[in-house]
């Protein structure tokens, strides 16, 4: 669920320049006024030709600076191609940098699809131009246009002339904090492999990345019960990183209190989230579990994250009954939902990241409740059944590479002895 150091999303307001060989063919616009959808279009147009629909950016604020831009487009019935471009400016319009999907355009008939440009802004830049390029007819539209600043390590996926790559002392400074940040971030990532009373509790997560949003944590209360939870905030970058740092670090001030109100804690992780600068708002999804190991009563509040999984003594997996609400955030004061339970002996609960579910195989397939909750019947114990999944889990993704964190939290009632 992310941006950097500087992020924006592009906002056209229904403003933009038609530009090219061919623009007295195309019709063009968008913006607040349409869902914020652009598009670009022509009956007419001539494959051979081609349209740019676009607008300048004021590089001053950022550069220099490398940046990715990001949007989803769709087609329908272009007979040439489409795409999204970027096009960095200097003095007398030198070009700077320069990327229009040369080698991945899209043409046809196409869903929506997330397309990324990586382009350098050096210290000389004067303009960005940012939009949609096409050639042919028919009609191309975006949305959810965004760009953010990124470190050195992503490749440029365009044109940038020798010597205009970004460098210098002030990246070399933010790439060792980021270095920094990374080694700080194992920290609340930790293995978790505990036992207290009948409870065994077996926690791990499989980053995507050195930089993300997942964060979890298992500690005790004054009062004897265990609290078991899971974050997962927007994002795979710095911000989410020190997002995901606050509220980790607010949730284990919480468990040490000597009156922890579920209600004071969700109220001080919205204000982290709503308070941390930049946007888009970095939304939180969270899972509480307070799980008393005496006799295995719990209580579990959720914003976001999956649906926690029960599994009896007979195999018989099922999502907890809880409403679905808003991640925390979302709204000036959080909506808990929370639902009682008692797990018994031989009994499981499961928490997982979305980014578990959501894994896609080699042919984009995800992999999705059902098959979660399949693999979840295995008769293992907890430590055996956490790597158990994770593994089936790896199988099915084959050598697709994970786009998200996936942690998960493995509780199980045994025996009493």
Known sequence: MGRTLLAQEIQWRGTGSLGGSDAEN?????GEAEGDVLWLCS?????????????????????????LLEAQLRTKAVSGYACLMVRVEGPESEIYGFDNMADRRLAGDTDWTTVRLVVDV???????????????????????MMFEEVMVEHQI??????????????????????????????????????????????????????LGGDYYCCEGLVDGRILIFLGDVAGHDMSASLVS??????????????????????????RIVREFPGKPRLLTATCLVLLDPANGSWSCWRNGVPKPLHVDSAGDV??????TRLPIGAMAGPRL??????????EFLLLHSDGLTETRDADDEILGDERLREIARADLDVTDLSAFIFDRVARFAGNREATDDRTLIVVKRCADR
Do not use: H
């Open 337 to 346: 939902t929370r639902q009682d339970g008692v797990l018994l002996p031989g």
């Open 245 to 270: 740092a606050l509220s980790r670090g607010a949730v284990l001030a919480w468990s040490a209190s000597r009156e922890p109100d579920v209600d004071v804690l969700f109220s001080t992780l919205n």
């Open 122 to 144: 050096p210290d000389g830049s004067q303009s960005v131009f940012v939009g949609l390029m096409m050639s042919g007819s028919g009609r191309v539209e975006a949305r959810r």
């Open 26 to 30: 195309y019709e063009a616009g968008g």
């Open 157 to 210: 996926t365009g044109y940038s002339p020798a010597g205009m790559a970004i460098g210098g002392p002030r990246r070399d400074l933010l790439d060792r904090e980021r270095v920094k940040l990374e080694r700080l971030r194992s920290t609340w990532l930790p293995r978790i492999d505990l036992r207290a009373g009948s409870v065994e509790i077996s926690g791990s997560c499989q980053p995507c990345g050195e």
């Open 43 to 67: 009956d007419t147009a001539r494959t051979g030709k081609y349209v740019n629909f676009y607008r300048r950016l004021d590089p001053a604020p950022f550069k220099p600076a490398r940046l």
């Open 318 to 323: 099922r999502p907890l009954n809880l409403t």
